[in-house]
């Protein structure tokens, strides 16, 4: 015992210095004023309330509707593809899935590049329309270009969840509400769609809150025009120096998807009662 203590101990370590202590200068920050010294903290509920300022309450706004959207087409688009993958046999299952994640080996970064030089005006995809008469077409800089990078960025992680919901539910289920006389779309309905709500559950949480809190692909194939809360959390650390407002961003963005996660445990809590 006294062995495993000793084992135990720098991991302890490890995790106050990488997790605890950003925690809590972030905290520290979010309640405080700019230029305070470490002795005469002046705390505020100041960096709260400057977010609910218009300018930056259009901000959450736009950043809710493009994650709702592509929260939206991520499961309009991937949940008849994790259906597909889940009644292929299992080594087929296994290569598509890989098919699926393979995109996302590669860094983020490297993803939102290519997509600028395919959607640029005279991008791949420009060159392409041009020769059929059909171009070229304005694609970058648009709501168009941003919702391509985050729904082809975030898919996998509405597939997989979905199909791990699907590949675990009992395949009699189906086999019995065929023998009750049910049709296929009452079948999909009763059984298949509500055996994989937790699977879909997961996916929608997932893609919502890495789409709001992106800032590379807005940035990049937004040119700079789209402010995310993702975008105005760096803006704040990095180009104006407000880390305490910053800070106050972050924390409000953290309770979200702390209630975020919340609600999915709930939801896979009852599901599985």
Same mark, same amino acid.
């Given at each position: 015992?006294?062995?495993?203590?000793?084992?135990?101990?720098? *991991?302890?370590?490890? /995790?106050?210095?990488? @997790?605890?202590?950003?925690?809590?200068?972030?905290? @520290? +920050?979010?309640?405080?004023?700019?230029?305070?010294?470490?002795?005469?903290?002046?705390?505020?509920?100041?960096?709260?309330?400057?977010?609910?300022?218009?300018? +930056?309450?259009?901000?959450?706004?736009?950043?809710?509707?493009?994650?709702?959207?592509?929260?939206?087409?991520?499961?309009?688009?991937?949940?008849?593809?994790?259906?597909?993958?889940?009644?292929?046999?299992?080594?087929?299952?296994?290569?598509?899935?890989?098919?699926?994640?393979?995109?996302?080996?590669?860094?983020?970064?490297?993803?939102? +590049?290519?997509?600028?030089?395919?959607?640029?005006?005279?991008?791949?995809?420009?060159?392409?329309?041009?020769?059929?008469?059909?171009?070229? =077409?304005?694609?970058? *800089?648009?709501?168009?270009?941003?919702?391509? $990078?985050?729904?082809?960025?975030?898919?996998?992680?509405?597939? =997989?969840?979905?199909?791990?919901?699907?590949?675990?539910?009992?395949?009699?289920?189906?086999? /019995? /509400? *065929?023998?009750?006389?049910?049709?296929?779309?009452?079948?999909?309905?009763?059984?298949?769609?509500?055996?994989?709500?937790?699977?879909?559950?997961?996916?929608?949480?997932?893609?919502?809150?890495? /789409?709001?809190?992106?800032?590379?692909?807005?940035?990049?194939?937004?040119?700079?025009? +789209?402010?995310?809360?993702?975008?105005?959390?760096?803006?704040?650390? =990095?180009?104006? $120096?407000?880390?305490?407002? $910053?800070?106050?961003?972050?924390?409000?963005?953290?309770?979200?998807?702390?209630?975020?996660?919340?609600?999915?445990?709930?939801?896979?809590?009852?599901?599985?009662?």
């Amino acid at each position: 015992m006294k062995q495993f203590k000793r084992l135990i101990i720098p *991991y302890f370590i490890w /995790a106050i210095l990488i @997790l605890v202590i950003p925690l809590f200068l972030i905290v @520290l +920050y979010a309640f405080t004023t700019e230029g305070n010294e470490v002795m005469t903290l002046s705390f505020t509920w100041g960096n709260f309330v400057k977010f609910l300022e218009a300018t +930056y309450l259009n901000v959450i706004l736009k950043s809710f509707w493009l994650g709702l959207l592509t929260t939206f087409i991520c499961l309009v688009l991937g949940y008849p593809l994790a259906l597909i993958i889940a009644r292929c046999s299992e080594k087929v299952q296994g290569l598509l899935i890989m098919l699926v994640t393979i995109p996302m080996w590669i860094n983020m970064l490297l993803r939102t +590049y290519a997509w600028m030089n395919l959607l640029s005006d005279n991008g791949i995809i420009n060159n392409l329309l041009a020769k059929i008469g059909l171009g070229p =077409i304005s694609m970058m *800089y648009t709501d168009f270009s941003v919702m391509v $990078g985050l729904i082809c960025n975030f898919m996998p992680f509405m597939i =997989i969840p979905i199909h791990t919901s699907l590949n675990k539910m009992d395949k009699s289920l189906i086999e /019995a /509400a *065929y023998d009750l006389g049910a049709n296929r779309f009452q079948t999909f309905w009763k059984v298949i769609w509500k055996l994989s709500l937790p699977g879909v559950v997961n996916g929608i949480m997932m893609v919502f809150l890495l /789409a709001i809190s992106s800032f590379v692909i807005p940035k990049l194939l937004g040119g700079g025009q +789209y402010m995310l809360i993702g975008n105005l959390i760096e803006s704040q650390f =990095i180009s104006v $120096g407000d880390w305490n407002f $910053g800070s106050a961003i972050s924390m409000i963005l953290a309770v979200i998807i702390l209630l975020s996660m919340s609600l999915m445990k709930r939801m896979d809590r009852e599901k599985g009662e």
